[in-house]
């Protein structure tokens, strides 16, 4: 997995509670995306960033947050989990230039009950 | 090819014979297109890419082709083997801040 380790690798949580994912990569990529996986669709984008303090949205951001204070770190906050974000997540990571591959995790399997 | 149902679309081969697996893309301004692998439990993992300005490129066991007047994209698996088990899908961007993934093919190998 090109150096990218997601962690919890799963977790179990309750409605309306927060929940942090952790993505880290020693690969010293410049950026970093969030991912989300759920049968019927492809993987789709929650949030990126192209560098230290500097993220943006993708195509499926409402719930989530996201920060990156260390290049090798990127983390992603659902603020009060709902059952429409139990999902698979992947973290990805990628070299200098946005068109380039992206490495992914092994993913973190949420449940939200 | 791939699409957006709860079924994915399934490929059965022999083992030792050539796997084609399609890819239908939407946006015409795409100019960057990657294949990737999924086995069961993991991550995706990088296969092979391609930019606008080919039609074909080569890897190892693997070719991409890339016909942008009908926005179509394959990949071809030469010799396949039991390893190739997976679900293969592709992923399309024009900015590179986003990219657009296909839901993915099924790939079952025969041994």
């Known amino acids: 997995d090109a150096g990218i380790t997601q962690s919890p690798r799963h977790k179990v949580t309750e409605t309306g509670t927060p929940v942090t994912l952790r993505c880290h990569q020693t690969?010293?990529?410049?950026?970093m995306y969030w991912y989300r996986q759920d049968p019927g669709h492809g993987l789709r984008l929650i949030h990126y960033?192209?560098?230290?303090?500097?993220?943006d949205k993708g195509e499926v951001s409402d719930g989530y947050s996201v920060s990156r204070s260390k290049t090798e770190d990127f983390l992603l906050t659902l603020e009060s989990a709902t059952s429409s974000q139990t999902s698979v997540y992947f973290c990805a990571s990628g070299r200098d230039s946005a068109k380039n591959i992206q490495y992914f995790g092994a993913g973190t399997r949420l449940s939200v009950l | 090819g791939e699409s957006v149902g709860l079924h994915l679309p399934t490929l059965s081969v022999q083992e030792g014979d050539n796997s084609i697996i399609n890819c239908a893309y939407s946006?015409?301004?795409?100019?960057?297109f990657i294949w990737y692998k999924q086995e069961s439990g993991k991550g995706p993992q990088f296969i092979i890419d391609?930019?606008?300005?080919?039609d074909k490129r080569q890897g190892q066991r693997v070719t991409v082709l890339l016909n942008k007047t009908v926005k179509h994209l394959s990949l071809q698996i030469a010799a396949t083997q039991p390893g190739d088990s997976a679900v293969y899908f592709c992923a399309e961007t024009s900015t590179g801040n986003q990219f657009y993934f296909g839901t993915g093919t099924s790939l079952t190998v025969i041994p």
């Open positions: 946006n015409s301004a795409s100019d960057y």
């Open positions: 690969e010293n990529h410049r950026y």
């Open positions: 960033s192209y560098g230290v303090k500097d993220t």
């Open positions: 391609i930019r606008s300005n080919m």
